[in-house]
């Protein structure tokens, strides 16, 4: 490992969200800024890097995906990378804040997504889910409208902040059904009239529904799009979490 890849690792014992940085700047930065390190990160089924990111006198830590990196699927097209980008810019429009900010760039392998690294305190959600009940209810919710097949244990962090984050989207807004998720404490619970009452203000808010066409162009199919608002009406008519008894309904490995 060269010294400059050292220096990268070093980086990921102390690095969280930059202090200070909002949203908008941490976006500037994975923009505009220079890649100047990647590391193999060791575990998935996909090449996943952790890479460095300077912009003039600042930097961060990102989490790039890139598309030539992506073993293929039987379910899902290729540009996994896509969801991503996807995933995050449907939860800034819900106003839930959970995804790292996240965009799609080029990189050292080529077109990907690139999003900011969060430094866990606890990256396993049975550690924290006791003490953080509304937080996880607000993911397992934006799992069900997203379609989302693979929520793992490991993809709830609790940041060094308190802030409770939940990454790896790519397997998101399929049209079939496949919803695979360890987050079933909530089951056959009614939804909380708050979050209901966001997801139902996103719904008839015409600019954001906008918005939310035009931020999917390119990332999403039609059709996805089309399911995507068909989930959220359908949680709005009937806002109770879903229910299973399917071992199939929990992702492999749960971590």
């Known amino acids: 490992m060269s010294s400059r890849e050292r220096h990268l690792w070093d980086d990921l014992e ?29 575990w998935g089924s996909n090449y996943t890097f952790a890479v460095r990111v ?5 930097a961060c830590l990102g989490v790039y995906k890139p598309l030539r990196g992506e073993a293929p699927l039987w379910d899902f097209p290729n540009g996994l990378y896509k969801r991503e980008y996807a995933a995050y810019a449907l939860c800034a429009l819900l106003g839930w804040g959970f995804v790292p900010p996240t965009i799609v760039r080029d990189g050292p392998h080529g077109l990907g997504s690139l999003q900011l690294y969060v430094q866990p305190e606890q990256a396993d959600y049975l550690s924290f889910r006791e003490q953080h009940v509304a937080e996880l209810q607000r993911i397992c919710l934006f799992d069900v ?8 244990a490991g993809h ?16 998101t807004f399929n049209v079939q059904p496949k919803l695979r998720t360890v987050i079933w404490d909530f089951s056959g619970e009614r939804v909380p009239e708050a979050l209901e009452d966001e997801l139902l203000d996103f719904r008839t808010d015409s600019a954001r529904i906008r918005e939310l ?3 999917m162009d390119g990332y999403l199919y ?5 399911m995507l608002l068909k989930r959220i009406d359908a949680v709005l008519a009937h806002p109770v979490f879903p ?6 309904a929990y992702p492999w490995p749960l971590y």
Not at 54 to 58: D, F, G, R, S
């Open 14 to 42: 102390t690095a969280g969200r930059p202090r200070g940085w909002s949203v908008e700047h941490a976006l500037a930065v994975l923009n505009s800024g220079d890649i100047t390190a990647a590391e193999l990160i060791p």
């Open 243 to 248: 229910a299973t008894s399917s071992r199939r």
């Open 54 to 58: 300077e912009c003039e006198a600042e």
């Open 145 to 152: 409208i997203a379609n989302n097949a693979d929520r793992k």
């Open 222 to 226: 039609k059709e996805e799009l089309a």
């Open 156 to 171: 709830c962090l609790k940041g060094l902040d308190g802030h409770i984050w939940g990454i790896d989207h790519g397997l």
């Open 213 to 215: 066409y035009r931020c």
